[in-house]
Nanobody, 122 residues
Framework: VQLQASGGGLVQAGGSLRLSCAAS????????MGWFRQAPGKEREFVAV????????FYADSVKGRFTISRDNAKNTVYLQMNSLKPEDTAVYYCAATRYGYTRSINGVNYWGKGTLVTVSS
């Protein structure tokens, strides 16, 4: 499974960005895809995840109400709509996938994509 993330960039505080992650190769209908992020000097942390079957969504408390994760099963693509961005959202965002179920832990991720940088200026 290869994950290709895109959509990062520079935005002012209060602005919006949409990240995309396209999965190619074998995909897992009983698994999930989501996003983690890593700010400079900090550990990688969970952001959001969506299951392929049923479309259940889960969010970190820090982004709940501002970020929305969605999926397009036909395109094997997951999106992260980020609104009301804050400087503390600045990080490299990584797309992640699991074969079965979902995870909020980096240790549970089966596949990682290359990161895409999101910079929010104050």
């Amino acid at each position: 499974v290869q994950l290709q993330a895109s959509g990062g960039g520079l935005v002012q505080a209060g602005g919006s960005l949409r990240l995309s992650c396209a999965a190619s190769g074998r995909t897992f209908s009983n698994g999930a895809m989501g996003w983690f992020r890593q700010a400079p000097g900090k550990e990688r942390e969970f952001v959001a995840v969506i299951t392929w079957s049923g479309g259940s969504t889960f969010y970190a408390d820090s982004v709940k109400g501002r970020f929305t994760i969605s999926r397009d099963n036909a395109k094997n693509t997951v999106y992260l709509q980020m609104n009301s961005l804050k400087p503390e959202d600045t990080a490299v965002y990584y797309c992640a996938a699991t074969r079965y179920g979902y995870t909020r832990s980096i240790n549970g991720v089966n596949y990682w994509g290359k990161g895409t940088l999101v910079t929010v200026s104050s």
